[in-house]
């Protein structure tokens, strides 16, 4: 909830953001419709999802899902050389004296091996916004006001706005090429990541980006991360935009060593991906073998890979996958969550539809955020 407003404004914004403690709303199991300027409720028993409306006084609502949220009411508008008018979202960690159930934020720096997170996007194009996440880290352990450093990941960009700032270059992160801002907004700095196209779903380390800021001289660490928000910042309209699905795990050891078992998602020292596929005129299944070959087990595991255009998921055994098509993150059932270390390994599929074009598979499997070989 920044960007690009006068001091005034800014201090409004703080001072209406301090109001969102207030209006907590009961844990979300069946869905809640919020239009209170800053209602909030609880998502998967651990995330927050808020309105966050803090830029306009017109009518915002968003529908709170038992994985994430809609915006299913968005009025107005306001300049687009400016700030947004809100940021719904969702959220690990505190925002402003309100911490989701059981974070582990603020947590030093210096003491997390990974931070995985995954997202699943719904867009629409007849609106002006951004699909960001907002990632917030300050030189002490703070759960309330604004952190010292922001930083901003552009999935996607609808309309004439842009970071903070001004581009300073591009950078390969979590294996992606990312157009690189950085700025002030009065407030606190800010270190933004611009993709160059829409992004609608993704698993990645958090952790990649925090040490591109640590790089960058806008934190050190011996800072703490506080917060992993994800969610939309709309200038116009905006009604039908989603978050599907998020989900935000932090990890002990040392940067990009991710040594700790007591969390889910676990990431990975090392994976290796076997692709199975039996295809018709129309239609094609896939089993995919998933094998551990680091020597720490995985607790909880997450599997990023993208379909080639003109296939969509179908129906899927011994995993979530969503969304059905694209970018997709396949999740481990309850019974297959554990994938032993030194050769452990664990199995799903799916059945699709194709069409349009010849039968590819995917080139590139990501296993909480890592890289996997593929056989």
């Known amino acids: 909830m920044t960007h690009i407003r006068s001091a005034a404004t800014a201090v409004l914004a703080v001072l209406g953001a301090l109001a969102a403690v207030l209006t907590t709303a009961p844990a979300a199991h069946a869905d809640v419709q919020i239009c209170e300027q ?23 609502c968003i529908n709170v899902t038992g994985t994430g949220f809609e915006l299913t009411r968005a009025d107005g508008s306001v300049p687009t050389n400016g700030a ?40 629409v194009d007849d609106a002006v916004y951004n699909a960001s996440y907002d990632i917030w880290l300050d030189p002490s352990p703070r759960t309330d006001g604004v952190n010292q450093t922001e930083i901003m990941i552009w999935f996607n960009r609808v309309g004439p706005v842009q970071p903070i700032g001004s581009p300073v270059g591009t950078a390969q992160v979590g294996g992606r090429t990312w157009e690189v801002w950085t700025g002030s907004n009065g407030m606190n700095d800010v270190i933004s990541f611009l993709a160059p196209s829409a992004v609608p779903s993704w698993s990645f380390d958090v952790m990649d980006f925090v040490g591109e800021a640590v790089d960058h001289g806008l934190a050190d660490e011996s ?8 969610g939309f910042e709309p200038w116009q309209g905006g009604a039908g935009l989603a978050v599907h699905s998020f989900s935000s795990t932090v990890q002990d050891g040392s940067p990009g060593d991710g040594d700790d078992g007591d969390d889910p998602t676990d990431p990975a020292a090392g994976c290796r991906v076997a692709y199975e596929p039996q295809t018709w005129s129309n239609g094609f299944t896939a089993e995919v073998t998933v094998t551990n070959t680091g020597g720490t087990a995985v607790d909880g595991w997450e599997l990023g890979f993208t379909l080639p255009s003109g296939q969509r998921i179908t129906n899927a055994w011994n995993a979530d996958i969503s969304p059905s098509d694209g970018a997709v993150t396949a999740r481990n059932a309850s019974h297959n969550a554990r994938i032993a270390a030194d050769g452990g390994t664990a199995s799903f599929g799916f059945q699709g539809s194709l069409s349009g074009s010849a039968f590819t598979e995917p080139q590139a499997f990501t296993l909480n955020g890592t890289a996997c070989d593929v056989s």
């Not at 159930?101 to 995985?116: C, V």
Request: glycine share 10%; charged share 10%.
């Open 84 to 123: 947004p008018k809100s940021y719904p979202s969702l959220f690990n960690g505190c925002h402003y004296t309100n911490c989701s159930p059981g974070t582990r934020l603020p947590k030093q720096i210096g003491t997390i091996g990974s931070a995985p997170s995954s997202i699943s996007y719904g867009f």
């Open 38 to 60: 800053y209602g909030t409720a609880v998502v998967q028993d651990q995330y927050v999802a808020q309105n966050n409306r803090w830029g306009t006084s017109e009518t915002q």
């Open 223 to 230: 800072w703490y991360l506080t917060s992993v928000q994800a």
